[in-house]
Nanobody, 114 residues
C-alpha cells in the first residue's frame, strides 16, 4: 500500500544543521497530513512538526524558530530543515503520513554532539 522512508540523519555539532527527507510511495491522497516525530532514549515519542496538504505548518515549542517543515505534494515528500541544533535534539526521527490510515517510516538517527 504505502511505504514511508526517511533519510538525511547523521551527526551534527551544536549550532549546526541537518536536513531530513521523507518519501512516501504508493497510493497517497492529496489531502494527507505529513509530519515528523522523534524519540530520544528512554523517552516517549514526541511531536516535532506537521504540515497540511495546503502547506499550513505547526511546530513543537521546543523546535519553533529553528526547524522548518515543507512538502512537495506532487512527489509525496516532506522535509525537515533543522538549524541551530541542540544536544537535546538527539533522537530517532520518524516520518508520519496519515489521512485515515497512518503510516510510519523506519526512523533516522540524529545525533547532536561536539
Amino acid at each position: 500500500q504505502v511505504q514511508v522512508v526517511e533519510s538525511g540523519g547523521g551527526l551534527a555539532q551544536p549550532g549546526g544543521s541537518l536536513r531530513l527527507s521523507c518519501a512516501a510511495s504508493g497510493s497517497v491522497p492529496s489531502f494527507s497530513v505529513m509530519g515528523w516525530y522523534r524519540q530520544a532514549p528512554g523517552k516517549q515519542r514526541e511531536f516535532v512538526a506537521v504540515i497540511s496538504s495546503g502547506g499550513a505548518a505547526n511546530y513543537a515549542d521546543s523546535v519553533k524558530g529553528r526547524f522548518t517543515i515543507s512538502r512537495d505534494n506532487a512527489k509525496n515528500t516532506v522535509t525537515l530543515q533543522m538549524n541551530s541544533l541542540k544536544p537535546e535534539d538527539t533522537a530517532v526521527y520518524y516520518c508520519n503520513v496519515r489521512w485515515g490510515p497512518e503510516y510510519w517510516g523506519q526512523g533516522t538517527q540524529v545525533t547532536v554532539s561536539s
